[in-house]
C-alpha cells in the first residue's frame, strides 16, 4: 500500500535536459523529507538531492548545483527532480526515498524508497 514510483528517466544527450518525478500511494509526501538518490555503473549510492518537509530547504551535492532543481506539488503528492545540463556523469539509477525526519546523505535514513528509474547521457 505505500508505494514510491518514479518516473521520466531515459536517454538524453550531453546538454539536455529531464524532468523526473515521484509519486507517492498510501501516504502523503508533505509528511516527509524526500531525497533523491543515485547509484551510476560500479558507483556507491549517492544522495543527489533533498527537500525539507517544510518545503523552504533544500540541498544539493556539490557536482549538481545550480544544474538540478527539487520541488514538490503537495496537490499531487508528487515530487520533481529539474536536471539540466546533463553530463555523462549523470547516468546514474535515480531513486527517490521518504525519510520521517530530516534530510540526509546516508540511505539508512529513509524509510521508503521507489523502483528507480534510468537516466543515460549520452551522445
Known amino acids: 500500500q505505500l508505494q514510491l514510483v518514479e518516473s521520466g528517466g531515459g536517454l538524453v544527450q550531453p546538454g539536455g535536459s529531464l524532468r523526473l518525478s515521484c509519486t507517492a500511494s498510501?501516504?502523503?509526501?508533505?509528511?516527509?523529507?524526500i531525497g533523491w538518490f543515485r547509484q551510476g555503473p560500479g558507483k556507491e549510492r549517492e544522495g543527489v538531492s533533498c527537500?525539507?518537509?517544510?518545503?523552504?530547504?533544500?540541498t544539493y551535492v556539490d557536482s549538481v548545483k545550480g544544474r538540478f532543481t527539487i520541488s514538490r506539488d503537495n496537490a499531487k503528492n508528487t515530487i520533481y527532480l529539474q536536471m539540466n545540463s546533463l553530463e555523462p556523469e549523470d547516468t546514474a539509477v535515480y531513486y527517490c526515498?521518504?525519510?520521517?525526519?530530516?534530510?540526509?546523505?546516508?540511505?539508512?535514513?529513509?524509510?521508503?524508497w521507489g523502483q528507480g528509474t534510468q537516466v543515460t547521457v549520452s551522445s
Open positions: 526515498a521518504a525519510s520521517f525526519v530530516v534530510c540526509g546523505a546516508l540511505p539508512p535514513l529513509y524509510d521508503f
Open positions: 527537500i525539507a518537509r517544510s518545503g523552504h530547504t533544500s
Open positions: 498510501g501516504f502523503s509526501l508533505d509528511d516527509y523529507a
